[in-house]
């Protein structure tokens, strides 16, 4: 059974943070289907580089964003996660490794779905900096970085007690949030994609939090 986590993160305050992440995307994706974000879009994409198109940091730092972008990528998020779920079980908390499991599971269906529904085209605006293909809206690196980096911090609740699942959403959050910086950063997603993979992943988790809460008896 998962460890009893602070009211923050309780089922009535994660029921509700992950309604408020949902609205918040459905009217950024209205937003985005107007065209209504295309200067905000131009601007923060371009904040980056020169008015050459290179990275105002240095092309030095582009293989560091594509390690630290990797992170939200399919081959490092399945290495991770496997592994860490089946120490969960070996650690003899086979509830809390079934609600990483599902939660991760549903989570990546939800991206394609979202995926495929809504077509956006990748920005060329500034070059490429990395591969990507497929529609651009939302950044799936990003969803799945918030989805599973979090997911996995509350799994181990039972392992880290109370301060330490404090330290490891922080630390989680914070990578996802660095996962959707680097994104940007590469020019392989508009602002808007990586902002609203933020508010799905983090919507997803919350929402899975209270209904695994609920079914392992919080």
Known sequence: MLHPLPDLVAPAPA?????????????LDRLVAHDQTRQFDRRWL???????????LGIGWAPVMRG?????GPVVRYAIAAPLALWLWHLGYPDSALWLVAALASGWIVDGVIKKTFKRKRPTLVPRLA??????????????????????????APVLGPTGLTAALIAALTL??????????????WPTDVTAGWLVGTGWWCLALAIGQCWLGH
């Open 15 to 27: 029921l509700i943070f992950a309604a408020v992440c949902f609205a918040l995307f459905l009217v």
């Open 46 to 56: 371009t904040a980056p580089r020169y008015p050459s198109g290179k990275p105002r």
């Open 68 to 72: 630290l972008t990797q992170l939200g």
């Open 131 to 156: 591969r990507a293909g497929g529609p651009s809206f939302p950044s799936g690196h990003t969803l799945n970085a918030s989805l599973v980096y979090c997911g996995l911090a509350l799994a181990f």
């Open 176 to 189: 996802s949030l660095m996962v959707a910086f680097s994104r940007v950063w590469l020019g392989v997603h």
